[in-house]
């Protein structure tokens, strides 16, 4: 059966390695299997080890560490207690795997059991579904003082919807630019997904009253999580590792501004990005990469045609990237990119 599995693996694409570590199996012993025992000869321990624990002891283990005085504690703080009164039952190692076997390894303790949230999931698979936002910061000549960068992209085309600098960072100013963005693209925003951060102009009274009065719906990544918004900060990098970015702070918020709108120019129109074909996101969003990359597509079977002896593969693939996932490390291998910019 594993040997099925691991064969059909194979057959799709997989390397036979990655596969023989998905099931928990050597690549050593599938070749000793192939040559010497047709099935799966592992039969697992012939003996209880000599050390397990009895009966008894399990049973004695249950009651403490379920009793009045330890129920709220956690094993580690169970044994040191235990070993103060002169008892010494098991390590907590071996507490935990007691209490995982049957069943009672649950949050102890009066303290709220710890939230585990869902990553954030959106799928797009045409411009203006799903966006992305951020703020970043921009160096000014004072020491310490920053101006703030505000920055709309969508994660389908990756191009630049929108953006703003500002002397502080501030949630009216994200609403108005939000608010600015959809009439100058002439877009009826209802549906729309914008993701961001948990910063606090993202999550500003002001800012959800105005996507909500927009149609728009607010996504968040979660708390202490840096990488649910990768688009953005993928952005910001390429924005600030760029050779024309200024190696001194900006002077103003006007000088800052005069910079920035050169590079968003830069970016949306002359900006081969990788992750979508090295076409520009303007041509992305607008439909025009769809020639664009049929020519490509053209250009490459032809020269294959003219000198084949010269391709040892198939062409290079120009088709079209239909999917996006704001979650990138989680999408399917084909049909989707990660947050590359």
Known sequence: MIRTLIDEA???????????????????????????????????PHRVPANALSTAERAVILETVNSAMYCD??????????ADAGCYLASASTLYRVLRADALLTHR????????????????TAPDQVWSWDITYLKSPVRGVF??????????SRRIMGWAVHPAQDEHHAAALVTRICPQRALTPDGLVLHADNGGPMKGAT????????????????????????????????????????TQPFADVAAAER?????????NHDHLHSAIHFVTPDDRHTGRDI??????DRVYREAQAQHPERWSQETRNWTRITTVRLTPEQQPREGTQPALV
């Not at 910079?259 to 970016?267: I, L």
């Open 10 to 44: 194979v057959d799709g694409g997989a390397r036979r390695s990655s596969a023989c570590r998905a099931v928990g199996l050597s690549v050593r012993t599938l070749e000793r299997w192939r040559g010497a025992h047709p099935d799966d000869a592992r039969e697992g």
């Open 73 to 82: 504690l956690s094993p580690h703080q169970i044994v040191p207690r235990l």
């Open 109 to 124: 303790g009066r303290a709220a059991a710890p939230v585990h949230r869902a990553r954030p999931m959106h799928v797009a």
């Open 147 to 156: 101006w703030y960068l505000y920055l709309v992209m969508d994660i389908w």
């Open 207 to 246: 800012m959800v009253s105005t996507l909500e009065r927009l149609g728009v719906i607010p996504s968040f990544s979660r708390p202490r999580v840096s990488d649910d918004n990768p688009y953005s900060e993928a952005l910001f990098r390429t924005l600030k590792h760029c050779p024309a970015f200024p």
């Open 259 to 267: 910079w920035v709108a050169a590079f968003v120019q830069w970016y």
């Open 291 to 296: 020639a664009i990359l049929a020519h490509r």
